[in-house]
């Protein structure tokens, strides 16, 4: 079984983004990169089940700029086969990241692609699931739990009112939630054994694709700032500032 | 042309977060129709024809709709699509299962949560975990939008317009309904809370929520959690309060050993009080906090609850 890994380069979780002060985006110069954390965690489910002897090949696709390689590299270092770049330096939308999916993914026939739910940048929460529209195939979002079983595949799925469990028709697309697994740190010798892994280029024009422009960016602003506020000193305190000041209890 | 509101409900009830984002369809200002699609949904259809703003409710009584699978749910979109230029809804994990596809299905853009309507095509939402506001501009003749439901007071009453019963679409058999856990809580909705007390990975076990909810049922709360509270099992996933959990934005939201990363303070930093009880006092969930107490939860949290009498 093939399986396909859309993965975005976004800014590390743990950087506190600063808006550019033209509006024209957010300060991208100089800031620590990665790969969305909720792909990390679709590489890593692709591996367990290549490990699990399910999967057979497992092919890392990343659309965004030259950089996005080393995206690439280190899903190769944790596991995956090979790559796909398909280089682009605009802001390409998820109906637009869905159709190139598309087109790839009729050309390497997976049974299963694994995206993250939501890309931390735009979160936009949308290109999984506009990729199985597209497709005609299953999907199964949100996923905290993944069981393959012959033709069909079991997915548990993160829902507002608990968990809810489906069960898809080969081939599928799947979302991963936060609790799908705990991502693999790549090992020193697999980071070199990657280096030699093959990665296509390609760009989307290869792909013939009539991307699509109706969505403009008009400008990126700063939210309403939070004041912080004071430090009470006793629970009895506390409980008389909401009572008596705030009114809220 | 029209807007076509599709209903979030379990097939009993309505969810709150409807009204709101009719209040955000009557800003387009096309009429708006709302969509309920279930089975045995008829109180549901009758609740959505008092919201103000509404001119009918088409109901799809079917078994197929019974569980919202997406494959099923975008087609019955799909099936209606030639009589609406908008389809909105809140957001929903319900919604995001199926509005993406219905987007891609028309072949336009959809923007995701929502949180103003500048005018018809021009919306602005949250990204990067809401700490920048992106304004788009939507060209196309059709649009899919979800709404953000804590950006929008409720639509209010009016008398009831007519429901309408419309037709089946056909039945994907790419997925099938296997089973559910849905958590049981006589206590309010996270969502619609008007009080909401969440503990963090300082609460140490799952037993120990026992001190929240003890304020909660003084307090009429919902109880959250953060995202480290849900992973080491103490809570529930749909406890999760944050960027990739729930958005809420209650009265009053109590952080109790929660330390107030980004991706925390992207689900609860639009409540109206933040109360923040952590014994570390550079924890970053006091630079959000109106009122902060540095103390040992173990110890101010039984005391709020002599406190509250
Ligand atoms: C892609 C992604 C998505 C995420 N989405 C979310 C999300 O939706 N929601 C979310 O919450 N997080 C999310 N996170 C995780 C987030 O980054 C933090 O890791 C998480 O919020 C931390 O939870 P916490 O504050 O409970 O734990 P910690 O950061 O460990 O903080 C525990 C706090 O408890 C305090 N404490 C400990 N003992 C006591 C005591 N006895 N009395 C008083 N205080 C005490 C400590 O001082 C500390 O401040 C996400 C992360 C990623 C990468
Ligand atoms: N530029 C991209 N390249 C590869 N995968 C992407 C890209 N954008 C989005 N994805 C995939 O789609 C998921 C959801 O993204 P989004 O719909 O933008 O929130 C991500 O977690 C990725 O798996």
């Known amino acids: 079984m093939k399986v396909i890994v859309p993965i975005k380069r976004v800014v590390d979780y743990n950087v506190k983004i600063r ?14 990169m990665s790969m969305n954390p909720f792909d990390e965690i679709a590489v890593e489910e692709a591996i367990r089940l290549k490990e699990a002897g399910t999967v057979t090949e497992i092919i890392a696709l990343s659309i965004g700029p030259q950089q996005a390689q080393e995206t690439i590299r280190t899903a190769l270092a944790m596991g995956a086969d090979r790559g796909i770049l398909v280089k682009s330096d605009e802001n390409v939308s998820p109906l637009n990241v869905a159709k190139i999916i598309k087109v790839i993914a009729e050309e390497e026939n997976p049974d299963l692609i694994i995206l993250g739910k939501q890309a931390i940048d735009d979160d936009s929460n949308q290109t999984g699931q506009m990729l199985s529209a597209l497709l005609g195939w299953s999907q199964g979002t949100f996923a905290s739990e ?15 009112g608990g968990l809810q469990t489906i069960k898809l028709n080969l081939p599928s697309i799947i979302t991963t939630d936060l609790r799908l697994n705990e991502p693999r740190y790549a090992s020193l010798p697999n980071i070199m054994k990657a280096k030699k892994k093959e990665i296509t280029e390609k760009t989307p024009e290869d792909y013939n694709i009539a991307m699509k422009s109706d969505l403009e960016i008009l400008k990126v602003s700063e939210p309403a700032q939070r004041e912080a506020g004071v430090k009470v000193e006793t629970v009895e305190e506390l409980v008389d500032k909401l009572k008596n000041e705030a009114g809220v209890i | 042309m029209a807007t076509l ?8 009830s309505l969810g709150d977060s409807v009204s709101k984002a009719a209040s955000a369809a009557k800003l387009i200002g096309e009429d708006i129709d709302i969509l309920v699609a279930g089975k045995d949904c008829s109180n549901v259809a009758e609740a959505a024809a008092k919201i103000d703003g509404i001119s009918k409710v088409l109901i799809c009584d079917n078994e197929i709709y019974k569980k919202h699978l997406a494959e099923s749910y975008s087609q019955l979109i799909i099936s209606l699509s030639e009589n609406y230029k908008t389809f909105i809804a809140p957001a929903t994990t319900t919604s995001k299962n199926f509005m993406p596809r219905v987007a891609a299905l028309l072949d336009v853009p959809q923007v995701s949560d929502i949180i103003s309507v500048i005018d018809e095509q021009t919306f602005e939402h949250p990204i990067y975990a809401g700490n920048a506001i992106e304004t788009v501009k939507i060209s196309s003749e059709k649009k899919v939008i979800t709404v953000r439901s804590t950006a929008f007071q409720a639509s209010g009453e009016q008398d009831s317009v007519n429901i309408e019963s419309i037709e089946a679409s056909e039945e994907s058999v790419l997925s099938k309904y296997v089973s559910e856990e849905l958590t049981e809580s006589d206590r309010p909705e996270l969502t619609s809370a008007k009080i909401i007390i969440s503990g963090g990975r300082g609460m140490q076990s799952g037993e120990n929520f026992v001190l929240l909810e003890a304020i909660a049922d003084k307090l009429g709360a919902a109880v959250g959690a953060s995202r480290a509270a849900v992973d080491a099992g103490f809570v529930p996933n749909d406890y999760q309060v944050g960027q990739t959990g729930k958005v809420v934005a209650p009265e009053l939201y109590i952080a109790v050993g929660i330390s107030g990363a980004i991706q925390h303070l992207a689900g609860m930093k639009d409540s109206k009080v933040i109360v923040a009880i952590n014994k570390d006092e550079e924890a970053p969930i006091f630079q959000v906090a109106d009122y902060g107490l540095v103390a040992d939860l173990f110890k101010a949290i ?5 406190a509250l009498g």
Do not use: F, Y
């Open chain 1, 19 to 32: 808006v550019k002060s033209d509006q024209s985006g957010v300060e991208l110069d100089n800031i620590k």
């Open chain 2, 5 to 12: 509101l599709i209903a979030e409900h379990d097939n009993q």
């Open chain 2, 302 to 306: 039984p005391d709020l609850e002599k």
């Open chain 1, 146 to 160: 993944v069981k393959i079983d012959g033709q069909s595949v079991l997915v548990t799925r993160e829902v507002d």
